[in-house]
């Protein structure tokens, strides 16, 4: 044999290597290899389709890298039709089809079925596409191949069933035109709608009899011209729904002719141009686009494998059919065989979601040994492949065929549920366990759902397909979804059915809402996989794409229209209905309980106010690592003091207001050091530029013209009173507006702020200081725990730190633990968020008792972008054209601002070995951050108070990985 190694049979191929295989080859493979009925078959590797790629990979990776700029429709067509031209230019690998051809002769070999043969039993093949990452409905497959006019005849003389034998070459035909040839499919669409119409007539007339008596033993029965009248029933009806079969061949191969060519007879010309589309299909628009939205990587999938695989049929009559099988309930985890069962139907029907398909249950009552046997396997390969499985099966005449599996995609609820579980039962090891789950989905799992305090009545209800409640105003098609998402509305998309093209309108869309399909219907699959809410299969509603309306038991919605969508119920409401977050369910509790076994960073939560900090708590934060105090000033008697402090003539003046405004604030401090008794809080004195509190100079100036306005009225109607009045009035303001001018900067941002303020005016900080010892003084006294840790903002020079400390902190600890009577035991420490301070650590810490890594300004100051308008201006420019891997304000940059948090943390905790290093800016509570500051060194994280079960789950990850062996994400 003239092997060249792409081709690999199901019983040779290591099944671990889902990067060489795809993930639906290394499941065949596994599945063959442990002994489940597979069909014989064999995988063309990933390794072929990069060779088939590889002399216009430059090119084409050039036109991806322009695709991912989200290009406007027409230059997305464009760069479309150039890479399609560019497949065209590109070779199968020398040897292939050689190779393949061999295979197929053995195969022939081994079923005893002749490939494209008028005698003999026909040997057809389904040409499947499986990268090593799923990604569900985006490439293409053929099934039926090998069929033509006269092994057709041979499938209908060795199945003793004609119907069957013509059926599946018309859908073979369409299938190859659409996917392989690449031909418009509506004519298609439109000879099949005809005739099927003209079939249901002809039974609810001519036919009448017989269809009554299928009725009656099979209630479900719908006379279309894709499911098979049973023949011993209603012979007639078979015969002539046969015939219109057979004429629909002939329309399709004319349809053909005209569009492209003569069909194709040779069953290994037909092969060679399937294994050319799938490949292709790698590179179709939709594939593109999941990988894009999906952050998959070359490192993680490249390419496709295409996967050969003798044909069975579940469309051979009532005792076959096609189903899918999820080992657990992928909505709740609970561990019951969950699935759904399409009789007498091929595959594609049940993932189109075309036709309601029927439960498990069924199955089980229709064909005890086939459920009992599929259940088996299903715990064999959750053993196996230790995880919660989705399996694809086929029964040809009461015979079970494995047809895939795959990790099961599941709501965020059931993957917890169902980690947890395998643990008690002995499936996964703690450490298994916590990796199993995406620290994300633990934040999708406290998710809104609509304020059961609301009481809406549902305007439809379908399939809870996708958790999590979203309002957003109505569009009926993709497109319109990413159009007004760019104008930053929030939509829901409507869609009878969706098909994978329509999947860049999910990421743009809150939620989506379908009238048809089920529970594993495309829309379903996808709204799962990246998280959106959505409802599925709500049948009452009817869609009217060209009004763009739908109407749902006399209620009318327009484009543009609100509605609530609820992914956990079902329901459909009109209107924004207001939404309330879960409660963490006891799975994952349990789950975050091994977390905290597990990991070594320690995790606090960003909270200013009790709300927030009453959260972290219930989310499990062991401390506050930053509150902001700015948010104490918003209520208006506080900024009018804070107002006085700031515009004060002089220092006197000064320290009289900031007395009283910390006098106003003291009791805010208290309630939090007291909601999170006998932990830390840490409070940050005042931080951000001090005209941030002032009224703004335009603001005033209006003003200030407004009330010369007045004057002037004043003046004319000789009202002299109301003119002093006004007089003094704007020489106030004008007095204001002199100051607020005299305080304006070029760079606030970098300006009189943060440490700076307190150099300045060390009265300020004196007093901030004052309030928060003596909350902690008065709870001291109450009996409770304080634990008060003070930081100061914006250091870069290990002076400020001393003068700070030396001018307003310590005096204002050391008066009020005089005169309370109490030793407080405060730490101070510092943020490091500039880079000198980063630089300058080992000085730093021996003044302080912690480190707080800034990392919005120390990823502003490193790399000097502002972290206000970045995101607005050129960041998305600098993602798509590959400047930058992630945004840096989202996930830590390792190679700079990383390399700062290292340097800091190592030659800081050399200064001082007592140093605590936290992190307290918003990669705190990012995952792939979280694994490199464990790396790093830091001893915990705060993160926002939501964040903080995701940041508990991402540290045991990082501390787990470390253990294993296994490399984090960033910085690989
Ligand atoms: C930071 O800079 O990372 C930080 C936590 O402080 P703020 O976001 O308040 O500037
Ligand atoms: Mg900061």
């Not at 080992?327 to 759904?340: I, K, L, N, V, W």
Request: one cysteine or more; proline letters at 5%; charged letters at 30%.
């Amino acid at each position: 044999m003239a092997r060249t190694g792409l081709v690999l049979w199901f019983e040779e191929a290591d099944w671990r290597d889902k990067k060489l295989l795809g993930g639906k080859g290394a499941s065949l493979a596994q599945m063959t290899q442990i002994g489940l009925p597979v069909p014989p078959g064999f995988i063309i590797t990933t390794e072929a389709c990069r060779k088939f790629y590889s002399s216009r990979k430059a090119e084409m990776d050039e036109l991806e890298r322009q695709l991912r700029g989200n290009p406007p429709p027409a230059v997305r067509d464009e760069i479309i039709k150039k890479i399609w031209a560019l497949i065209d230019q590109c070779d199968l690998p020398a040897g292939l089809m050689e190779d393949v051809r061999e295979h197929m002769q053995e195969l022939e070999r081994r079923t005893g079925k002749k490939f494209g043969a008028a005698d003999g039993i026909p040997l057809l093949v389904s040409v499947r596409s499986g990268a090593a990452l799923s990604m569900p409905g985006m490439m293409d497959t053929v099934l039926n191949l090998g069929l033509n006019d006269n092994s057709v005849q041979a499938l209908a003389k060795a199945t003793n069933n004609e119907w069957f034998a013509y059926d599946a070459y018309r859908r073979f035909i369409q299938m190859f035109a659409r996917i392989v040839l690449a031909l418009d499919e509506k004519p298609f669409n439109d000879a099949f709608d005809r005739k099927s119409e003209q079939f249901a007539r002809e039974a609810e007339t001519t036919y009448k009899d017989e269809l009554d008596a299928i009725r009656k033993l099979y209630p479900e029965y719908t006379p279309r011209l894709d499911a098979q009248p049973p023949k011993d029933i209603a012979p007639r009806l078979w015969a002539r729904s046969l015939e219109l079969i057979k004429e629909l061949v002939g329309e399709y191969k004319d349809l053909v002719r005209k569009m492209w060519g003569e069909f194709p007879q040779d069953p290994y010309v037909q092969l060679e141009l399937a294994i050319r589309a799938v490949f292709r299909s790698w590179m179709n628009p939709r594939a593109i686009f999941y990988r894009i939205a999906n952050n998959i990587t070359p490192d993680m999938a490249d390419c496709t494998a295409v996967n050969v695989v003798t044909m069975v049929f579940g469309n051979m009559g009532w005792d076959s059919g096609t189903g899918v099988y999820f080992t657990r309930d992928q909505s709740t985890g609970e561990d019951r065989p969950y699935g759904e069962f399409l009789p007498n139907a091929q595959g594609e029907d049940v993932v189109a979601g075309i036709r309601t398909p029927l439960g498990l249950d069924e199955l089980k009552k229709r064909m005890p040994e086939v459920y009992n046997q599929l259940i088996e396997a299903g715990k064999k390969l959750e053993q196996v492949n230790k995880d919660v499985m989705d399996i694809e099966f086929t029964v040809e005449r009461g015979k079970l065929y494995f047809l895939q599996n795959r990790p099961a995609k599941m709501t965020p609820l059931a993957r917890v549920r169902s980690a947890v579980e395998m643990v008690k039962e002995g499936l996964l090891t703690k450490e298994e366990a916590l990796l199993k789950v995406d620290p994300e989905q633990v934040r999708r799992l406290l998710y809104p759902t609509i304020d059961p305090k609301v009481k809406a009545t549902p305007i439809a209800k379908g399939l809870p397909a996708s958790p999590g409640a979203a309002s957003g105003q109505v569009v009926f098609n993709p497109d319109d979804a990413v159009e007004w998402a760019k104008q930053g509305k929030k939509v829901i998309l409507v869609r009878v059915e969706t098909k994978p093209d329509d999947v860049h309108g999910f990421y743009a869309a809150q939620g989506v809402l379908t009238s048809r399909g089920g529970m594993t219907s495309h829309a379903a699959i996808v709204a799962r996989a990246i998280g959106k809410p959505a409802v599925v299969g709500a049948e009452a509603i009817k869609i009217d794409y060209d009004s763009k309306t739908f109407t749902v038991n006399g209620v009318t919605v327009k484009e543009g229209d609100w509605v609530t969508i609820d992914g956990n119920s079902g329901s459909v409401y009109l209107g924004e209905l207001p939404t309330v977050t879960p409660e963490l369910g006891g799975w994952l509790d349990e789950l975050l309980k091994w977390a905290d076994e597990e990991r070594r960073l320690g995790v606090r939560a960003n909270a200013d106010v009790p709300e927030d900090a009453m959260m972290a708590r219930k989310f499990g934060a062991e401390g506050i690592g930053l509150l902001r105090i700015e948010r104490m000033f918003r209520k208006p008697e506080r900024l009018e003091a804070l107002r006085r402090v700031i515009l004060a003539a002089d220092d006197k003046e000064r320290e009289a207001h900031m007395k009283e405004l910390a006098d106003m604030i003291k009791p805010d401090f208290k309630e939090m050091l007291d909601i999170m008794d006998g932990k830390p809080v840490v409070i940050r004195l005042i931080d951000p530029p001090l005209h941030e509190f002032l009224p703004s100079s335009e603001e005033l100036l209006a003003q200030i013209y407004d009330l010369r306005e007045q004057r002037e009225k004043a003046q004319a109607s000789g009202d002299a009173a109301k003119v002093k009045e006004l007089d003094q009035k704007i020489a106030e303001l004008q007095g204001l507006y002199n100051r607020v001018k005299a305080l304006q900067e070029a760079n606030p941002m970098m300006g009189h702020r943060g440490v700076r303020v307190g150099v300045t005016y060390p009265v300020i900080y004196y007093y901030l200081t004052r309030a928060m010892a003596e909350a902690a003084a008065e709870l001291i006294k109450e009996g409770k725990r304080p634990v008060l840790e003070i930081m100061v903002p914006q250091v870069s020079d290990v002076n400020e730190i001393r003068f700070v400390k030396n001018n307003a902190i310590l005096p204002a600890l050391s008066d009020v633990e005089k005169e309370y009577g109490v030793k407080l035991n405060v730490k101070i420490g510092t943020m490091i968020e500039t880079v000198r301070a980063a630089l300058t650590a080992s000085e730093i810490a021996k003044e302080v008792d912690f480190f707080s890594f800034g990392t919005n300004d120390l990823t502003q100051a490193t790399f000097s972008f502002s972290r206000d308008d970045v995101e607005n201006k050129f960041m998305n420019q600098y993602l798509e054209k590959g400047i930058l891997a992630n945004d840096p304000f989202d996930t830590v940059d390792v190679k700079g601002v990383g390399r700062l948090v290292e340097i800091a943390t190592k030659e800081g905790k050399e200064a001082n070995p007592k140093l605590e290093v936290g992190v307290c800016g918003e990669h705190g509570g990012d995952p792939a951050s979280i694994n490199f500051f464990h790396g790093a060194g830091v001893d915990y994280v705060s993160a926002s108070p939501f964040r903080v079960p995701v940041a508990r789950l991402a540290a045991a990850q990082a501390a787990v990985k470390e253990k294993l062996g296994i490399r984090g994400a960033v910085g690989e």
